[in-house]
């Protein structure tokens, strides 16, 4: 009962009915309450998403797999102390951790969460040494900042690793196998003769009943195959009557024989069978006249049969070569032929035809038949020792056989090992480059995989993320556009794409890419931040902030979604909720440099200088080639009236994208602070062709025409601004501007 029920539990887990594995495993751990059962009721409620349910049924427990799913469910319920508790116990350090690499992998992302970086470090790494294929771990590596160069991870090592791994799972695959064989050899033994007597009538029959071509019921060729090579029994048992045996041939058992074609014709013999070394036994229906000429070309050139001078010195003979009467009245004798399976069925084969007994000569007759069956029982002893023989020989080749294939196949799935490491070497590299923001090289190392890997949805969506990151929006949009092609149900890397389409102010694009996620999985994060940025767009942030708390809701180890929470709280200037907000984000992730970069505006907009420049200067550190970071970082120094490392800073950020328009902007307007004025306006006349239709450039070179006093130009670089249509705020700004016009700088910041 407590076998089927298992069973039961199992099927439905494997086909995701996971309502009725809860049901089944319920019985089940209520008629046996042992632990392993409560194991699996815990995996049904964890499958289904229950954790809670989860968790109090293997409160307690002890198993190494119950602390693994007690610790997994914790970890879900956010409860990272009893988790680590039941990973790691304090006072027993004898204990491993359960599970391997995956245990391992859990208990880092405990210790990740707990601000515990290095420790977490070290189970990621134990999780990639137990398991190289581990990819989640050197993931997370790679956001810690801490993973090494993907050749001395995923290296020749490695590839040895994933080999042992596979030859011993397929060494424990075969051992299992062969215990089952060697129990149903077991029980054949275990017979008591007169069944394995039976049993061999029976599967003569059927073996002789197979390719007559005669009609009936034929059958397969496999089956056919492992019945007659596996049981041993069907040549060590008492042979049948010989009524019985008389219109078939001697089968060919043992392939070191060298048979006569003309009695091993297999013209109507399947090739594949005619090529095994053993082959079943044909039945004919032959008149006595054929049947003297077959038992005549077999034996014919024979020496003397050992079957047949064992009855002769067991029935009390005198000559040492005894002679066997054939149907015809020839004599006939054979020698040993390597094979005392064939002596035994040429024996069979091979009867006395005689008249029926008198009545005085029945006691004879019953001396010579009870001299007939001694020399059976002695042919049997030396059938078994030649067939000792026969077997050794034959475990010989075969075992040469089995060497050169093991050594092929340990060569193939080096092979295979070695390729896959070299297609993680090349993925592992172009992940580790982009968590470090070293997104040009990352690009490389993802044109080097082959066709057929790139032009997937996982490996699309870090070539968006990457160009991303280089500020290449178009290249972005037309990566992530690809990579839902490929998988249009895919949500890996949809918030960053909704950010994208956000940035280039595609409203249509990005309102049909919320919708198609919403109907996908409204369960999702990645949904809520595509529902957020779509009612960002459109100005409405109250909307927009809803939408990201519920991502936030939903999994509240998205650090992304606490940074978009962060932006909106800012943007409608709750400044005390978007710093918590990006704190938040930065408990999850604590290299997350868009929450350091946002954590450094708020401060800069509430005139807190040095704590934006050290928020800028973190985040400038995680990704030092972001051109926007270092501008405002130069920004930060400008007014905390450091000019010179300001004008450094805006250089990199310049040489970082020259297509940025922000750092040369604020490079010319820190010049113009410092009072050079022809250098501020070499800048800005170079930043028109970059940006041709952004209004405060000519705001800006207004204002330095008008401190050179030159008014004319002054007045229409100010003109050229209004046309542009800036916002509100910059309008009141420009056109105060214009009526001060001619009053000199000092009396108008005393006005």
């Known amino acids: ?116 970086g290095k420790i977490a470090v070290h189970h990621f790494n134990q999780a990639l040494s137990i398991d190289p294929l581990f990819w989640s771990a050197y993931e997370e590596l790679c956001v810690l900042g801490c993973a090494e160069e993907a050749a001395s991870i995923f290296g020749e090592v490695a590839a040895q690793t994933v080999q042992k791994q596979h030859i011993l799972s397929s060494q424990t695959f075969v051992t299992s196998s062969e215990d089952i064989n060697q129990v149903s050899f077991r029980s054949l033994e275990d017979r008591s003769p007169g069944q394995l007597k039976s049993a061999n009538n029976s599967s003569v029959k059927d073996a002789t009943g197979n390719y007559q071509g005669t009609g009936g019921p034929s059958v397969p060729i496999n089956q056919s195959l492992n019945c007659a090579s596996s049981s041993m029994s069907f040549y060590n048992t008492p042979s049948p009557m010989a009524s019985q045996m008389s219109g078939i041939a001697p089968p060919p058992v043992c392939r070191n024989v060298q048979q006569n074609p003309a009695s091993t014709s297999s013209e109507n013999f399947p090739r594949s069978v005619v090529n095994t070394t053993l082959q079943a036994p044909r039945r004919k229906v032959l008149d006595e006249g054929k049947m003297r000429k077959i038992s005549g070309r077999l034996f014919s050139d024979s020496g003397p049969r050992r079957s047949t001078r064992l009855a002769g010195e067991v029935g009390g003979g005198t000559n040492s070569t005894a002679t066997t009467s054939t149907g015809n009245g020839t004599n006939h004798s054979t020698k040993h032929l390597g094979s005392s399976r064939l002596s035994s069925g040429g024996l069979r084969s091979v009867t006395v035809r005689k008249p029926q007994a008198s009545a005085g000569e029945s006691f004879d007759e019953g001396g010579r038949y009870e001299a007939f069956d001694d020399s059976r029982r002695s042919s049997r002893a030396s059938i078994s020792a030649s067939s000792f023989c026969d077997t050794s020989s034959a475990e010989q080749d075969g075992g040469t056989m089995s060497i050169s294939q093991n050594a092929c196949d340990d060569t193939r799935v080096h092979r295979g090992a070695v390729d896959i490491m070299s297609l993680w070497r090349l993925l592992g590299e172009g992940y580790r480059l982009s968590s470090m923001y070293k997104c040009k090289d990352a690009l490389e190392f993802y044109q080097k995989l082959p066709l057929k890997h790139y032009n997937t949805s996982w490996v699309l969506s870090q070539v968006g993320r990457a160009n991303f990151g280089l500020m290449d929006y178009f290249e972005a949009d037309r990566a992530f556009s690809l990579a839902r092609r490929q998988c249009p149900y895919s949500l890996d890397g949809m918030d960053v794409y909704s950010s994208v389409l956000y940035l280039l102010k595609e409203d249509m694009k990005l309102s049909y890419l919320a919708k198609e996620l919403l109907s996908t999985d409204r369960l999702a994060p990645q949904t809520w931040c595509a529902m957020g940025n779509c009612y960002s767009l459109q100005k409405d942030h109250d909307t927009a902030l809803k939408n990201f708390q519920r991502a936030v809701q939903l999994n509240s180890r998205f650090a992304y979604a606490h940074t978009l929470c962060g932006h909106e709280h800012v943007a409608l200037e709750d400044f005390d909720n978007g710093i918590r907000s990006f704190q938040n984000a930065l408990s999850v992730d604590s290299r997350h440099h868009n929450a350091w970069y946002g954590l450094g505006m708020v401060y800069l907009r509430q005139e807190k200088f040095e704590f934006a420049e050290h928020q800028f200067r973190v985040a400038s550190q995680i990704n030092p080639r972001s051109s926007v970071i270092m501008s405002y970082l130069g920004t930060a120094l400008h007014y905390l009236k450091r000019n010179e490392e300001a004008l450094l800073m805006m250089e990199k950020a310049i040489l970082a994208d020259k297509k940025n328009p922000l750092p040369m902007y604020q490079k010319a307007n820190i010049l113009f602070s410092m009072d050079k004025y022809d250098a501020a306006l070499e800048v800005l006349e170079e930043l028109k062709e970059y940006a041709p239709r952004e209004c405060s450039i000519y705001a800006l070179m207004g204002k330095i025409y008008k401190r050179k006093n030159v008014y004319d130009k002054a007045m229409l670089h100010f003109g050229l601004a209004l046309d542009l249509k800036p916002s509100a705020a910059d309008v009141a700004t420009i056109k105060a501007a214009i009526e001060k016009l001619h009053v000199p700088d000092d009396l108008d910041d005393f006005l």
């Not at 995701?16 to 409620?45: D, G, K, W």
């Open 1 to 116: 009962m407590e076998a089927i029920l298992v069973d039961s539990v199992q099927n439905s887990l494997r086909h995701f009915m996971h309502h009725n594995a809860i049901f089944v495993c319920e019985r089940l751990c209520a008629e046996f309450p042992t632990e392993e059962n409560l194991q699996l009721l815990a995996t049904s409620y964890l499958r289904n998403n229950q954790a809670y349910a989860a968790y109090h049924i293997l409160k307690g427990t002890h198993m190494a797999q119950s602390r693994y799913l007690f610790a997994l469910s914790c970890f879900q319920m956010d409860l990272l102390k009893e988790a680590e508790a039941a990973l790691s116990p304090a006072n027993d350090s004898n204990l491993e951790i359960p599970n391997g690499a995956a245990g391992h992998y859990l208990l880092g992302l405990i210790y990740r969460y707990t601000d515990r």
